[in-house]
């Protein structure tokens, strides 16, 4: 990869997320790895989307579930 690699997007469907507070959490973590650009969480669709550069989506997956999510 080099200096102008580019951002990948990855979709997650989550369970257990049911209001803003479970956003924020979920945001707050994955915005706490390094190479993560954006994240959008939503309860009411059950998913969360991420922009990151150099990550693996196991990492953000593992992320999500040490905060008390399923990630199906």
């Known amino acids: 990869m080099g200096l102008f690699s580019r ?13 803003g507070g479970c956003e924020h959490k979920i945001v ?12 959008e969480a939503s ?12 990550v693996e989506s196991g990492i953000l997956s593992e992320a999500i ?3 008390g999510f399923k990630v199906e």
Do not use: H
């Open 7 to 19: 951002a990948e997007e990855f979709e997650f469907k989550v369970s257990g997320m049911d209001c």
């Open 28 to 39: 707050r973590t994955l915005t706490g790895i390094r190479g993560v650009k954006k994240v």
């Open 43 to 54: 309860a009411s669709q059950g998913s969360v989307s991420v922009t990151a550069k150099g």
């Open 65 to 67: 579930t040490s905060v």
